[in-house]
């Protein structure tokens, strides 16, 4: 860290682009980490993989590579219900750009209810659990010092969802898990005893945030590393919505009579006559 008072460090960063990702030298070719995009990368490498170094600075291996791809697919898909869908879906029938009505989407899912903070927020919680766990606390307890945390509302993140029971993407992600060969670590074991817990004592089942967040734990992915990564996950299905209203007549997207707003204000009342300072009407 650097003093902010410190007037060297800010001249030392005037006129001067510093990065540790890379960039294009001239006549020589565009450099990511230290590999050469056009000879080691274009053409040998996956898109998510190269994102996922981006992100990381760190290239995860084919194996790896395919779990991350199986991992953005399922989390996003295109239903235009679906709050981040539904603003790419409104994007499309009032003709805005595909960059804007996706950029837009995507960042209303850049929130802690749905979306990547979610996977974040599971993280922490399943390394604080996994600690708790390896201290002597038992599965309830953690639960329950988690609960306390959240005054007592009764759900833990990474484990419960608004609408449905269960999460049908977790049978396709433990699918593809196996089928790569990757081993069932100390953070995904404790992630799915808590949530056999949680199902039979509360009703909540573990979610593919919390499944997702786990595994990564037990990869050695940071928080931060996480939700770079994942920063952008919804924006497949924000684009398709897009599209789909795109290609229709413009405003068709759930449009509203003004009889569809219940109003629930004052009643309707005559507006007071204007009167001025001394009286007069």
């Not at 001249?11 to 001239?26: C, H």
């Not at 609960?147 to 990474?158: A, D, P």
Request: glycine letters at 10%; one cysteine or more.
């Amino acid at each position: 860290m650097h003093n902010s008072d410190d007037l060297l460090f800010w001249e030392q960063q005037r006129g001067l682009i510093r990065s540790r990702k890379g960039g294009w030298i001239v006549g020589k070719g565009v450099y990511c980490h230290h590999y050469s995009l056009m000879d080691e990368l274009i053409g040998r490498v996956s898109y998510v993989r190269v994102m996922v170094l981006n992100a990381t600075g760190r290239l995860p291996g084919k194996r790896l590579g395919n779990w991350f791809e199986a991992s953005l697919l399922c989390t996003s898909w295109p239903d235009a219900r679906i709050w981040c869908n539904q603003i790419g879906a409104f994007g499309g029938t009032v003709r805005v750009s595909p960059a804007a009505a996706t950029m837009a989407g995507t960042l209303a899912a850049d929130s802690m209810a749905y979306g990547v903070q979610t996977i974040v927020q599971s993280q922490q919680f399943i390394q604080q659990a996994l600690a708790a766990r390896r201290g002597g606390q038992t599965i309830q307890e953690i639960v329950e010092a988690e609960f306390k945390r959240k005054l007592g509302k009764g759900y833990v993140t990474g484990y419960s969802r608004p609408i449905a029971s269960g999460d049908l993407r977790l049978p396709a992600m433990e699918r593809i898990r196996k089928r790569l060969g990757f081993a069932m670590q100390a953070h995904l074991r404790l992630a799915f005893k808590i949530g056999r817990y949680l199902d039979a004592h509360h009703g909540e089942q573990i979610n593919t945030a919390g499944y997702l967040a786990a595994f990564l734990a037990d990869r050695g992915y940071s928080t931060q590393e996480v939700y770079r990564i994942y920063a952008s996950m919804v924006s497949s299905g924000v684009l398709a919505c897009f599209a789909d209203t795109d290609d229709r007549p413009a405003e068709a997207f759930l449009p509203l009579r003004c009889v569809d707003v219940q109003y629930t204000g004052k009643p309707r009342r005559v507006v007071p006559e204007c009167v001025d300072e001394g009286g007069r009407s």
